[in-house]
């Protein structure tokens, strides 16, 4: 059981309950409900999960963001940056919710360099998790190459996978 909340303009799923609060990030091309069982299964130990879209996915999507990152493969980075920085206002929201919480941050792939971004930018983060998240500096060598190509290729595109 889930319910639709939009905190500062970003919509979100808040799931199950409970004193101690998680902040659950999905993966490139992915949104809030593509994280849903797994937001449910951490609902299910006893925590309120916060799921928001991150920026240009979900409800927040403006077209294929694979086929944008491809044609600007630096918007991938400030999907992560913006994304990241919106964390303030969804802790802002737990806080008002629940009161003087802990607030953990989890993070799959792409989910994990905006964990990564929102620890540097936010510190009332208790505990964070970044799920399958590389190198963010061999993520944008990548990014760099195929720009210099002409283009981000599928080989391109796989390399960059093995980094995120």
Request: glycine residues 12%; aromatic residues 6%.
């Amino acid at each position: 059981m889930y319910d639709r909340v939009e905190i500062a303009g970003v919509p979100a799923y808040l799931v199950g309950g409970g004193k101690k609060a998680v902040i659950c990030f999905h993966s490139f091309r992915g949104s809030k409900k593509a994280i849903l069982k797994i937001a449910s299964k951490i609902a299910d130990q006893g925590f309120l999960v916060l799921a928001p879209d991150a920026v240009l996915h979900g409800e927040r999507g403006q077209g294929d963001v694979g086929v944008m990152v491809r044609k600007d493969p630096l918007l991938f980075a400030r999907i992560v940056k913006e994304t990241g920085d919106e964390v303030s206002a969804f802790i802002d929201y737990l806080i008002g919710r629940l009161g003087s919480i802990s607030v953990g941050i989890i993070g799959f792939s792409m989910g994990g360099f905006i964990t990564y971004r929102a620890v540097a930018v936010e510190k009332r983060i208790s505990v964070a998790v970044a799920v399958v998240a590389g190198s963010i500096s061999e993520m944008l060598k990548t990014s760099q190459r195929a720009r210099n190509k002409g283009g981000l290729t599928l080989k391109d595109l796989e390399l960059s996978l093995i980094h995120i």
